[in-house]
């Protein structure tokens, strides 16, 4: 079973920062080998890419409309992780419900799929 929880979300004025937090907790899975992802849906909008990272960390990939803003990163330890997301130069259109997902297939984690998701976290954006 894995369990995600996203925190870190709020309110924050045009050109400021956040950091999201994805703490994820997991038994029989080896989490630490399974890539993480960010998704946002906006009021009335799709569910969006963000960004993704790999087990190692060292392989990411962003949507191009967070690209240089946003970075992805992650904490690996025995038993937990936790992923977070750095937001510099937030934008009115940031604005969004953020959750994180993890699954076992970088591919198919990038389209939203074959993975379990947490609840998810809201960030305002204000102009």
């Known amino acids: 079973q894995v369990q995600l929880v996203e925190s870190g979300g709020g309110l924050v004025q045009a050109g400021g920062s956040l950091t999201l937090s994805c703490a994820a907790s997991y038994s029989g899975h080896t989490f630490s080998t399974w890539s993480l992802a960010w998704f946002r849906q906006g009021p009335g909008k799709e569910p969006e890419f963000v960004a993704v990272?790999?087990?190692?960390?060292?392989?990411?990939?962003?949507a191009d409309s967070v690209k240089d803003r946003f970075a992805i990163s992650r904490d690996n330890a025995k038993n937990t992780d936790t992923g977070y997301l750095r937001m510099n130069g937030l934008k009115p259109e940031d604005t969004a419900v953020y959750s994180c997902?993890?699954?076992?297939?970088?591919?198919?984690?990038?389209?939203?799929?074959?993975?379990?998701w947490g609840q998810g976290t809201q960030v305002t954006v204000s102009s």
């Open positions: 997902s993890v699954g076992p297939s970088w591919g198919r984690l990038r389209e939203g799929l074959g993975g379990y």
């Open positions: 990272i790999d087990s190692s960390g060292g392989n990411t990939d962003y």
